[in-house]
């Protein structure tokens, strides 16, 4: 599976921006798919994911309530909608897809086997 993520962007805080990750190569609607960041000279962290027929979603606690996750599973895309963006999400974002993670794991970097190569965003204060 080849992902490619786009939508990243320099915003003022309290701004929105929509990050999409585009799939190809794979039978997309099988994957789980998850978003991660790392910002500058911190580790990679956990933001969201969404089971592979959208049924089950799942945040970090730091962004519940202002990023929602979802996916098109007939445009082979997952989708991040950030809202009132912090200058603490400033990051890299970071798309990932796997097949078979179980729950306890889903917030494992190391549980996905395919990576997007990354989109900048940036949340000025």
């Known amino acids: 599976v080849q992902l490619q993520a786009s939508g990243g962007g320099l915003v003022q805080a309290g701004a929105s921006l929509r990050l999409s990750c585009a799939a190809s190569g794979g039978t997309f609607s099988r994957y789980t798919m998850g978003w991660f960041r790392q910002a500058l000279g911190k580790e990679r962290e956990f933001v969201a994911a969404i089971r592979a027929n959208g049924g089950n979603t799942y945040y970090l606690d730091s962004v519940k309530g202002r990023f929602t996750i979802s996916r098109d599973n007939a445009e082979n895309t997952v989708y991040l909608q950030m809202n009132s963006l912090k200058p603490e999400d400033t990051a890299v974002y970071y798309c990932?897809?796997?097949?078979?993670?179980?729950?306890?794991?889903?917030?494992?970097?190391?549980?996905?086997?395919?990576w997007g190569q990354g989109t900048q965003v940036t949340v000025s204060s």
């Open positions: 990932a897809a796997d097949r078979g993670i179980i729950l306890s794991e889903i917030r494992r970097g190391d549980s996905y086997d395919y």
